[in-house]
């Protein structure tokens, strides 16, 4: 898939609740800074309807829950040996502001990594999820796409503030809204994150290959 989809109240309410429930009382990973918990019975909930969206076969080969309360950096997660190309993020609940999610236009095409950015990739690697954490910025690498421009001042004044202007050089993107509900659905080698935040988020990340 080529540009992010989002399926708007596709999921009923009650399914937001068992997913909640589900992750209540799962086993957590990484407690304390980003709680995650694998899928559980829902890990192929969604192939049908996401084969359907996408009119091929999708089938999910790995995912999670999350809670957090800091901003993930930008990153992909794109992992060859299990093909995970497709990302469906489905909202579960959030406190104080609305949290965005941000899809770049720019793509990485090989293995997953997080850029630290300006930040020390040791101390801050443990924020950055299951992905490798790396040195500097996507434009300092061979990311795809890249504007070769400043980021657009709404973009970043809006959303992504908490990061230094200049380390998101070259790039663009699309701002989705975390509502439960709704589903994101993007290719997981465009590179993402999180915006500014100040409350706690809790979602389902489910990635799919084709087939
Ligand atoms: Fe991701």
Redesign the pocket.
């Known amino acids: 898939m080529n540009k992010p989809k989002i399926l708007k109240k596709i999921i009923p309410e009650q399914r937001i609740l068992r997913h909640i429930n589900e992750f209540n009382n799962s086993d957590k990973r990484h407690p304390g800074t980003m709680n995650t918990a694998d899928p559980g019975k829902y890990m192929h909930a969604y192939d049908d309807l996401i084969s359907e969206v996408l009119k091929t076969k999708v089938t999910a080969v790995s995912g999670n829950y999350y809670k957090h309360d800091i901003p993930?950096m930008p990153?992909?997660?794109y992992k060859s040996h299990l093909g995970n190309c497709v990302?469906a993020?489905i909202p579960l609940s959030y406190t104080k502001n609305q949290p965005r999610f941000i899809i770049f236009d720019q793509m990485w095409k090989y293995e997953?990594v997080t850029w630290c950015m300006h930040y020390d990739v040791k101390v801050f690697g443990r924020y950055c999820?299951v992905?490798t954490g790396v040195k500097g910025c996507p434009h300092e690498y061979d990311v795809e796409y890249l504007t070769n421009k400043e980021i657009d001042d709404n973009l970043y004044n809006d959303h992504l503030s908490h990061l230094k202007k200049e380390d998101l050089f070259g790039m663009s993107g699309t701002v989705t809204y975390f509502e439960p509900r709704d589903i994101i659905l993007f290719n997981?080698q465009n590179i993402?994150?999180t915006s500014s935040i100040n409350g706690v988020k809790l979602g389902l990340?489910l990635r799919f290959k084709y087939g």
């Open positions: 993930y990153h992909t997660d990302n993020v997953s999820g992905n997981n993402h994150c990340s």
